[in-house]
């Protein structure tokens, strides 16, 4: 088949002869055009962490245009000082440029009249009363999905030294081990033969391990039945339980979760129970698992969940003379970095004091901090807080302190 010019969208390049399909199949490639409710729905994602509900649930978008792969949207804050101004920026900003055809965002920032604030407010109250919290986890915590197309790239190593990290960095940091059966964060932190406990609310209290809140399977799971019937449940549920059923401190800054390797339901269901959910993407520097890597990203876009991130792991091992050997290939981390346009937020070398730490229940952050593995994986955690920084609630008493005068004030006219 003969390609011509027009056969060919004009924003794509024309194929070279020879590398497209060769019978009558139609090209395949298509731009994805971003739609008003695709919009919509993504910003449904953006919570106002105040006043908890979302901000097209609170009338705060105002208008919404969309040009080609360019979208502004002109947003309308309670009060335009809004000390959460920022966040709400940079979430509407991330979670719409993670969307596929979205290639500029702009915001225009305006602040709502008297009028329009009392329907807020009042609408931020029924959302409260009528939408009791679906989950323990407070809308202000900063939630980071640490995931991996497959196993063995070491997630679950990641996610308990950037927790650790995190927490000696001074936050409040739980730890939700969601690999469900494929569970080994107890061990890596020495905790495998705690069990959590249920209070007379049943709910279940995580585990205070090396100063991170900790919840596990492997803290449940007590013999075969129990790990039986474990496995029964679909993941998605068993992530809805831990979410639901487990007694999270409201003051948790950061929440790391270990996800299972791979894509599907639990990263749906992870949208769905934690829209504030941010995916970090670890993968080894060798083409393969980039590729591997690449299909979790692809998920979470569909899923409208925004990637903060890439780390690799594995990059490559140094002697103590300095020679380096890039013994898993070199460049996959920044290749998918590019290709999915975030940052590449750390590169792991691999380091004998990581294999040690996860064995002895000590993370190299901690047992071995000047470590090379360890150095790279704070600066990571670093990276990470300042990509997603904690919500400030003082300031948010301040502004609902502020609306509540207002609201008072408008009353006594
Ligand atoms: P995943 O959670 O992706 O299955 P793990 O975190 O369990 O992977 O890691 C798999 C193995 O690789 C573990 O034995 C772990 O100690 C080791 N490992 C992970 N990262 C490194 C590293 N940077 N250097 C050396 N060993 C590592």
Redesign the pocket.
């Known amino acids: 088949m003969q390609y011509t010019a027009q056969l060919w969208p004009c924003w794509g390049p024309l194929p070279e002869p020879g590398s497209g399909p060769t019978d009558t199949a139609a090209p395949t490639i298509r731009r994805t055009m971003v739609t008003h409710n695709d919009i919509e729905s993504a910003l449904r994602r953006v919570i106002d962490p105040e006043l908890g509900s979302d901000i097209v649930d609170l009338g705060m978008v105002k208008g919404i245009q969309i040009d080609g792969g360019s979208v502004t949207l002109t947003i309308a804050l309670t009060i335009a000082a809004c000390p959460m101004r920022d966040q709400i920026e940079s979430d509407v900003v991330r979670k719409l440029e993670a969307m596929p055809g979205v290639e500029a965002v702009r915001v225009e920032i305006g602040a709502m009249d008297d009028a329009e604030r009392a329907a807020v407010m009042s609408q931020a109250r029924r959302h409260a009363r009528e939408n009791a919290e679906p989950t323990m986890i407070n809308p202000l915590t900063r939630v980071i999905a640490v995931s ?1 197309g497959k ?8 996610s308990v030294n950037l927790a650790a990290a995190i927490a000696d960095q001074g936050h409040s940091v739980g730890l939700l081990d969601a ?1 469900i059966w ?1 569970f ?1 964060i107890p061990r890596m932190l020495g905790a495998a033969d705690l069990r959590l406990s249920a209070d007379e609310t049943r709910k279940i209290h995580p585990a205070l391990v090396a100063g991170i809140h900790l919840v596990s399977t492997g803290l449940i799971v007590t013999d075969e039945d129990t790990a039986l019937m474990w496995r029964g449940l679909m993941l998605s549920k068993a992530l809805e339980q831990f979410l639901r059923d487990v007694a999270w401190p409201r003051d948790l800054d950061y929440l790391v979760l ?1 996800m299972p ?1 791979g894509t599907g339901d639990i990263q749906m269901a992870l949208a769905r129970l934690l829209p504030q959910a941010e995916l970090v993407v ?1 993968t080894t520097p060798q083409k393969a698992a980039q590729k591997v890597a690449a299909r979790v990203a692809d998920m979470a876009r569909r899923s409208f969940m925004p990637i903060v991130g890439v780390i690799e ?2 990059s490559g091992f140094t002697t103590d003379e300095g020679k380096h050997y890039a013994l898993f290939g070199q460049g996959g981390g920044q290749e998918l970095a590019d290709d999915l346009g975030v940052p590449l937020v750390g590169r ?5 004091y ?2 040690e730490g ?2 002895s229940g000590a993370p190299a952050v901690r047992a071995h901090p000047s470590g090379p ?1 360890a150095t790279a994986m704070t600066l990571a955690a670093k990276e990470l807080t300042e990509l997603v920084p904690p919500a400030q609630d003082e300031t948010c008493t301040s502004r609902i302190a502020v609306l509540a005068e207002q609201l008072a004030a408008m009353a006594g006219d």
Request: no cysteine.
């Open positions: 991996s196993g063995g790239v070491g997630k679950s190593t990641l690999d494929g080994s270990d390797p670890v792991n594995m792991i070398p691999l380091d004998p990581v294999v996860g064995d593995a």
